[in-house]
């Protein structure tokens, strides 16, 4: 459970992160609200191994199709696709 709240805060930062980023700003006492459904996975890059997760999430932020959040998005991780 604590590893999923965990994971949850850090969805949210990556979110604030993204909005950031695009300047998208919330409003003063808006919060960003995140659950995730997650699987870990592990993953190869550069002969080094990566942890991983695949899975969904909501959120109360309209996202733009195809964005990347989390770590190494230009490299083609953490791209969001509306399901």
Known sequence: AGRRQMLN???VSH???FCKGVGCWLEAGEQVK???RLEEKQTRFKDQEMLAFSGSFV???QLPEGIGIGKSVS?????????
């Open 9 to 11: 805060r850090v969805l």
């Open 15 to 17: 979110l604030l992160a």
């Open 34 to 36: 995140a659950k995730a």
């Open 59 to 61: 959120c109360n932020l």
């Open 75 to 83: 490299r083609g991780f953490g791209t969001v696709w509306r399901v």
